[in-house]
Nanobody, 123 residues
Framework: QVQLVESGGGLVQAGGSLRLSCTVS????????MGWFRQTPGKEREFVAA????????KYTDSVRGRFTISRDNSKNTAFLQMNILKPEDTAVYYC????????????????WGRGTQVTVSS
């Protein structure tokens, strides 16, 4: 079965950095785009970033552009989210997802999700 496992979350002070990882098994990793989402209690899951299968195209939500960088290593079936200059409002559970990213920058998520990794940014 398809499994996505996120890791790398933790507690960090504002201005600090974290690097999240997402490892995929049970599915051809390099055939799909990868996306990162986040969710806080009482709110819907929101899109953060996505990257095409070949890393040629990336997309970010406005609030993280310039601070977060998405990347992937197809040889390791792993996607990454480097998060710099973290802010308290970045506090959330972060999830990864496989899907597709169009040339116009629209990300279509598939139904496979990991359990998420908690990121907490203290002020």
């Amino acid at each position: 079965q398809v499994q996505l496992v996120e890791s790398g979350g933790g507690l960090v002070q504002a201005g600090g950095s974290l690097r999240l990882s997402c490892t995929v098994s049970g599915r051809a990793f390099s055939s799909y785009a990868m996306g990162w989402f986040r969710q806080t209690p009482g709110k819907e899951r929101e899109f953060v970033a996505a990257i095409t299968w070949d890393s040629r195209t990336t997309k970010y939500t406005d609030s993280v552009r310039g601070r977060f960088t998405i990347s992937r290593d197809n040889s390791k079936n792993t996607a990454f989210l480097q998060m710099n200059i973290l802010k308290p409002e970045d506090t959330a559970v972060y999830y990864c997802n496989q899907g597709s990213l169009t040339g116009s920058g629209r990300y279509y998520q598939d139904n496979y999700w990991g359990r998420g990794t908690q990121v907490t940014v203290s002020s």
